[in-house]
């Protein structure tokens, strides 16, 4: 099986030619998949608020799927991300790194469905795919310097390959929704259930 790689300039094509509500979908469910380790965060450094952070996700997701969300919540949603960023006196053995992509990739998340942004959409998984890239370098012992080879490593452990394939099925789902092969509503609920489910392992057994 050849190796899947984060290319944004392709990831950028693909999206360009979805609609904002496919967009904002694709990179909810970026976030959805790291909200457990904003919670592992919280609950090891006694602060944060998880349910803040899951409220603002359940907000998006709502929008998305067509239940009267207001733009003056969503942005009221946006600001409460925001407030939840990780101060640098928060790192516990690099956990709060994770958690500030979490929070990130949230805020990504809901700032591209505010604004139309396809960068915003990127950015999102971009969290995704460097909360992983990071996981992977933390497991190997050493004095953190990344060669060529290392790179191959980290691009090829399973972690990585795992979320490069979730994301090319949630852009192959909503290229169904887009052209009419399932409903948008029935499209956009599967990938955020798929999401929930994956969230459990992103980052292997360590996630549950």
């Excluded at 009419?180 to 990938?191: C, D, L, R």
């Amino acid at each position: 099986m050849s190796i899947l790689r984060y290319d944004e300039r392709d990831l950028w094509k693909q999206l360009e030619r979805m609609p904002d509500r496919l967009r904002g979908a694709f990179a909810a469910a970026c976030a959805q998949r790291q909200v457990r380790n904003y919670v592992h965060f919280s609950k090891v450094a006694g602060r944060g608020r998880p349910d803040v952070l899951i409220g603002a996700l359940g907000g998006l997701w709502d929008d998305l799927l067509g239940r009267q969300i207001t733009e003056n919540n969503l942005r009221q949603q946006l600001d409460a991300c925001m407030s939840l960023l990780p101060d640098e006196q928060d790192i516990h053995d690099g956990i709060a790194y994770y958690a500030d992509d979490a929070v990130s990739a949230a805020a990504y998340a809901i700032g591209a469905r505010l604004s139309s942004d396809i960068q915003q959409v990127i950015w999102a998984a971009r969290r995704a795919y460097n909360a992983l890239d990071e996981f992977v370098c933390a497991e190997k012992p050493g004095n953190g310097a990344i060669d060529q080879k290392e790179e191959e490593r980290i691009l090829s452990h399973s972690l990585v390959q795992a979320e490069l394939r979730r994301q090319r099925v949630d852009l192959a789902q909503l290229q169904k929704i887009e052209v009419g092969s399932i409903s948008e509503m029935e499209g956009i609920a599967e990938v955020r259930r798929r999401a929930q489910i994956d969230a459990r392992r992103f980052f292997g057994s360590k996630s549950e």
